[in-house]
């Protein structure tokens, strides 16, 4: 199951809609490039448990 969320880049500030799987797990981290500066984030996803509410956290990658 697919859901859209929202991250805010790192770098440039920019929100970034992406579409989060939940059936890759309730946790999540992976490197995804920002569709505005193409830099590359951090994002580590975690879903509700109750809601299934995805919640997105973006860093810096070196
Ligand atoms: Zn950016």
Do not use: W
């Given at each position: 199951?697919?859901?859209?969320?929202?991250?805010?880049?790192?770098?440039?500030?920019?929100e970034?809609v992406?579409e989060?799987d939940?059936?890759?797990?309730?946790?999540?981290e992976?490197?995804?490039?920002?569709?505005?500066?193409?830099?590359?984030?951090?994002?580590?996803?975690?879903?509700?448990?109750?809601?299934?509410?995805p919640?997105?956290?973006?860093?810096?990658?070196?």
């Amino acid at each position: 199951m697919e859901t859209v969320a929202k991250f805010i880049c790192a770098f440039c500030s920019e929100e970034n809609v992406i579409e989060v799987d939940i059936s890759a797990g309730m946790y999540q981290e992976y490197i995804e490039d920002c569709q505005v500066c193409c830099r590359p984030n951090k994002i580590k996803v975690y879903f509700d448990e109750e809601t299934l509410t995805p919640h997105l956290e973006a860093e810096y990658e070196e």
